[in-house]
């Protein structure tokens, strides 16, 4: 049985959502823990749930480094963040809907993540994603891959990733603003 965790990066502006978030995956089977990512400078948020691991994250907020490509950044370093064999992607504004097992579940599928895609021409509000993902992949991507959460995605390859973008130094030279 591979060993899955769940990844949510968060604020303290969305402290008010994790209770909700958090509730909601009373619902869900299959995983151990749920990793929550915090920048250094933030307080914990209160009464977590007893599988709730805080990981800390370096300042993103108030430094030359947009917010939110450091929470991209820290997604891609979740690898660093867990050791477990499977990452899922939430987020603290989103919610489980139904009971699920993340070991059995076809539409997850941690064994053989399913990619879910679409044109970039289809992505909406999301194609002002396509620039910066080329520039950070260092080519264009043919379509967008941010269709919904959640994003199961196996540490080695999230790893390997991380490796082949350059690692820390490189995304954040990307990202200056």
């Given at each position: 049985?591979?060993?899955?965790?769940?990844?949510?990066?968060?604020?303290?502006?969305?402290?008010?959502?994790?209770?909700?978030?958090?509730?909601?995956?009373?619902?869900?089977?299959?995983?151990?823990?749920?990793?929550?990512?915090?920048?250094?400078?933030?307080?914990?948020?209160?009464?977590?749930?007893?599988?709730?691991?805080?990981?800390?994250?370096?300042?993103?907020?108030?430094?030359?480094?947009?917010?939110?490509?450091?929470?991209v950044?820290?997604?891609?370093?979740?690898?660093?963040?867990?050791?477990?064999?499977?990452?899922?992607?939430?987020?603290?504004?989103?919610?489980?809907?139904?009971?699920?097992?993340?070991q059995?579940?076809?539409?997850?599928?941690?064994?053989?993540?399913?990619?879910?895609?679409?044109?970039?021409?289809?992505?909406?509000?999301?194609?002002?994603?396509?620039?910066?993902?080329?520039?950070?992949?260092?080519?264009?991507?043919?379509?967008?891959?941010?269709?919904?959460?959640?994003?199961c995605?196996?540490?080695?390859?999230?790893?390997?990733?991380?490796?082949?973008?350059?690692?820390?130094?490189?995304?954040?030279?990307?990202?200056?603003?």
């Open positions: 049985m591979l060993t899955i965790d769940v990844v949510i990066k968060s604020y303290p502006q969305d402290y008010d959502f994790l209770v909700y978030a958090f509730r909601s995956l009373e619902r869900v089977r299959g995983y151990r823990n749920v990793v929550l990512i915090l920048e250094e400078q933030y307080p914990e948020p209160s009464e977590l749930p007893s599988n709730a691991i805080v990981s800390r994250s370096r300042r993103y907020v108030g430094t030359d480094y947009p917010s939110d490509h450091g929470a950044i820290e997604r891609l370093r979740a690898w660093d963040h867990s050791d477990a064999d499977v990452l899922i992607f939430s987020d603290s504004d989103c919610c489980w809907s139904r009971d699920v097992d993340l059995t579940e076809p539409t997850i599928n941690a064994e053989k993540p399913i990619v879910l895609w679409r044109t970039w021409e289809e992505a909406g509000g999301a194609a002002f994603l396509k620039a910066p993902a080329a520039r950070t992949l260092g080519y264009e991507p043919k379509v967008e891959t941010m269709c919904r959460y959640p994003f995605v196996s540490r080695d390859v999230l790893k390997a990733c991380w490796d082949f973008l350059g690692g820390e130094e490189r995304l954040l030279n990307l990202t200056t603003k």
